[in-house]
T-cell receptor, first 115, second 114 residues
């Protein structure tokens, strides 16, 4: 049971390049999320998904696209990278807890630098 | 609208002394509240959660938090700090189902001195 995994762990892009970050979970969770973490700002939600084939915008969706073709995978795409997208990206998944609440399980993160 | 404020960006304690990390929140509904810990270059790990059951919540590694509705607080405590507790801690508030309306605090960095 690997939990939530992210690929790649590190990446450096030039402005205008594109890339896709892959998130995979083996816990059969319905919900998946992409966050970005910037210094002093906690985590901010980029996009999320309530199930296979569905996605929705979070707090900071501009410049990103997502897809969830399979329940266990959630992809985050940057079509034209900008220096403002330099950040650490975290994927998470969740399902209803037995006592309520939706505790999220996080991947190890992807550190992206855009030059 | 919901919000969460972690009152200290940095806290420094000596090993063996108590830890207090402060968190205030606001929410229009009955929220779920969480504390997560993040060790350097790692993902976030759930410490504990409050979901309208007992107001004193016990978590992993000896941490606990008390939900005080009248004070809109959810402070994290531990009786005796260990060197391995040095990390960043996030207070999180979530409304409704699905976890989509989830707000993270800015984080508190805990330093533990030998």
């Amino acid at each position: 049971n690997a939990g939530v995994t992210q690929t790649p762990k590190f990446r450096v892009l030039k402005t205008g390049q594109s890339m896709t970050l892959l998130c995979a979970q083996d816990m059969n969770h319905e919900y998946m999320y992409w966050y970005r973490q910037d210094p002093g700002m906690g985590l901010r939600l980029i996009h999320y998904s309530v199930g296979e084939g569905t996605t929705a915008k979070g707090e900071v969706p501009d410049g990103y696209n997502v897809s969830r073709l399979k329940k266990q995978n959630f992809l985050l795409g940057l079509e034209s990278a900008a220096p403002s997208q330099t950040s650490v990206y975290f994927c998470a998944s969740s399902s209803p807890g037995t006592s309520g609440g939706y505790e999220q399980y996080f991947g190890p993160g992807t550190r992206l630098t855009v030059t | 609208a919901q919000s969460v404020t972690q009152l200290d960006s940095h806290v420094s304690v000596s090993e063996g002394t108590p830890v207090l990390l402060r968190c205030n929140y606001s929410s229009s509904y009955s929220p779920s509240l969480f504390w997560y810990v993040q060790h350097p270059n790692k993902g976030l790990q759930l410490l504990l959660k409050y979901t309208s059951a007992a107001t004193l919540v016990k978590g992993i590694n000896g941490f606990e938090a008390e939900f005080k509705k009248s004070e809109t607080s959810f402070h994290l405590t531990k009786p005796s700090a260990h060197m391995s507790d040095a990390a960043e801690y996030f207070c999180v508030v979530s409304e409704g189902a699905g976890g989509f309306k989830t707000i993270f605090g800015a984080g508190t960095r805990l330093f533990v001195k030998a």
